[in-house]
């Protein structure tokens, strides 16, 4: 079936740091590919999506590709901030819902 | 324009009690889906509605409904409560298919405790 894995967290960094949060998806077909952001005691908000193979999505200086190759869509930011700290859910479209992964909390420290 | 709105943002309930969310979508936006957040199962496809009929469920017993009124302000029911039962009930609304590039917007959720 569809499913969307996430590496395990908390990951944990200095500001300024390098992010990688990895993501790897099962699914019949190309589904479109989102990353939604948590912030404590808030719902979700999209931070970014890919829609097919090769799309790069970006926003607010994160970014991932969508890899069919490998099935992988890696959340980067190249210079994270105490104000990144989130938990970052990977999700991917099936039949007008959205699965998700487990979700990758992120704590910045200054 | 105003986001979307969940009431309440807390609630505490005992085993057996029913309970209703209700979730408020953007203005203009004809589908509401539910998702069930808790720490072991994460993000949980409930229910999706549009234009007042349920057009998805996801894997819940009966004991989980939901309606969607004319306004496409949408209500979640849970009968029977049970301990697990306890979660974040997130409320996603959005103009039409997502399958459609159409996006979902979320709102707080409603922080339900089962005692």
């Known amino acids: 079936g569809n499913s969307v894995t996430q590496m395990e967290g908390p990951v944990t960094l200095s500001e300024e740091a390098f992010l990688t949060i990895n993501c790897t998806y099962t699914?019949?077909?190309?589904?479109?590919l989102f990353w939604y952001v948590q912030y404590p005691g808030e719902g979700l908000q999209l931070l970014l999506k890919?829609?097919?193979?090769?799309d790069k999505g970006s926003n607010k200086g994160f970014e991932a590709t969508y890899r069919k190759e490998t099935t992988s869509f890696h959340l980067e930011k190249g210079s994270v901030q105490v104000s990144d700290s989130a938990v970052y859910f990977c999700?991917?479209?099936?039949?007008?819902?959205?699965?998700f992964g487990t979700g990758t909390r992120l704590q910045v420290f200054p | 324009k105003a986001g979307v709105t969940q009431t309440p943002r807390y609630l505490i309930k005992t085993r057996g009690q029913q309970v209703t969310l209700s979730c408020s979508p953007i203005?203009?936006?004809?589908?509401v889906s539910w998702y069930q957040q808790t720490p072991g199962q994460g993000l949980q496809f409930l229910f999706e509605?549009?234009?007042?009929?349920?057009?998805n469920k996801g894997n819940f017993p009966g004991r989980f409904s939901g309606r969607q009124f004319s306004n496409s302000r949408s209500e979640m029911n849970v009968s029977t409560l049970e301990l697990g039962d306890s979660a974040l009930y997130l409320c996603?609304?959005?103009?039409?298919?997502?399958?459609?590039?159409?996006?979902?917007?979320f709102g707080q959720g409603t922080r339900l405790t089962v005692v």
């Open positions: 509605y549009f234009s007042e009929t349920q057009r």
């Open positions: 890919a829609t097919k193979a090769d």
């Open positions: 203005s203009g936006h004809r589908s």
């Open positions: 996603a609304s959005s103009s039409g298919d997502l399958r459609m590039n159409t996006e979902a917007f």
């Open positions: 999700a991917l479209i099936k039949t007008d819902k959205l699965i």
């Open positions: 699914a019949t077909g190309y589904p479109s």
